[in-house]
């Protein structure tokens, strides 16, 4: 019979029952949302799995690749960015399982999804790109430096304040002076 499996949980009494057997398995699933900073899994946690599963004296050792594809904001300019992962598991289930370190064997089935939560949390990108030279928005004025060039000085020395010495403190059109002044953030 072949493998049977309702969502990410899987029965797998007939690797329980036999030492030494092993068999393949895939998956195309929804996880559910996952979400790591600005970055999300897009459908609903789309998951394809492509694991083979092998039973020895400890447990049941998973072993494979698990592939998903995500959305979310450039970190410098906000605009969309998108990409996939392809991440490589191999993680035993058993019956007292180590806090952090395995996971738990059931009776007669294993459950994919806090192995695979885990494991494409962790390669999600915190600080995701829309480009590797992004040049992102002006920290002075604002606009995205992708698409337009603005009147700022160069961000030459990396500081908040690098604009400073462009501020204009005779622009009668402000009311309240010191709401223009930077260091009131
Ligand atoms: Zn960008
Ligand atoms: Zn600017």
Same mark, same amino acid.
């Given at each position: 019979?072949? @493998?049977?499996?309702?969502?990410?949980?899987?029965?797998?009494?007939?690797?329980?029952?036999? #030492?030494?057997? %092993?068999?393949?398995?895939?998956?195309?699933?929804?996880?559910?949302?996952?979400?790591?900073?600005?970055?999300?899994?897009?459908?609903?946690?789309?998951?394809?799995?492509?694991?083979?599963? &092998?039973?020895?004296? &400890?447990?049941?050792?998973?072993?494979? $690749?698990?592939?998903? $594809?995500? @959305?979310?904001?450039?970190?410098?300019?906000?605009?969309?960015? =998108?990409?996939?992962?392809?991440?490589?598991?191999?993680?035993?289930?058993?019956?007292? #399982?180590?806090?952090?370190? $395995?996971?738990?064997?059931?009776?007669?089935?294993?459950?994919?999804?806090?192995?695979?939560?885990?494991?494409?949390?962790? &390669?999600?990108?915190?600080?995701?790109?829309?480009?590797?030279?992004? %040049?992102?928005?002006?920290?002075?004025?604002?606009?995205?430096?992708?698409?337009?060039?603005?009147?700022?000085?160069?961000?030459?020395?990396? @500081?908040?304040? =690098?604009?400073?010495?462009?501020?204009?403190?005779?622009?009668?059109?402000? @009311?309240?002076?010191? %709401?223009?002044?930077?260091?009131?953030?």
């Amino acid at each position: 019979m072949m @493998s049977t499996s309702t969502g990410l949980r899987v029965l797998v009494a007939d690797l329980v029952k036999r #030492p030494g057997a %092993a068999r393949s398995l895939q998956i195309d699933d929804h996880l559910g949302p996952l979400v790591v900073g600005e970055v999300e899994l897009d459908d609903d946690g789309r998951v394809a799995l492509d694991l083979h599963l &092998e039973r020895i004296a &400890e447990g049941i050792v998973v072993r494979g $690749t698990l592939g998903a $594809t995500w @959305s979310g904001r450039c970190a410098r300019c906000l605009g969309p960015v =998108a990409g996939t992962l392809e991440v490589a598991v191999d993680e035993l289930y058993e019956r007292e #399982p180590l806090e952090g370190e $395995t996971y738990q064997l059931d009776i007669d089935s294993i459950d994919l999804e806090p192995l695979t939560r885990d494991a494409l949390g962790l &390669e999600m990108p915190l600080a995701p790109l829309c480009r590797t030279d992004c %040049a992102g928005l002006c920290p002075n004025c604002g606009i995205d430096r992708n698409v337009a060039v603005c009147t700022c000085q160069p961000d030459e020395s990396d @500081s908040r304040w =690098a604009g400073l010495s462009n501020v204009r403190f005779d622009d009668d059109t402000s @009311s309240d002076s010191s %709401a223009d002044f930077p260091a009131t953030d």
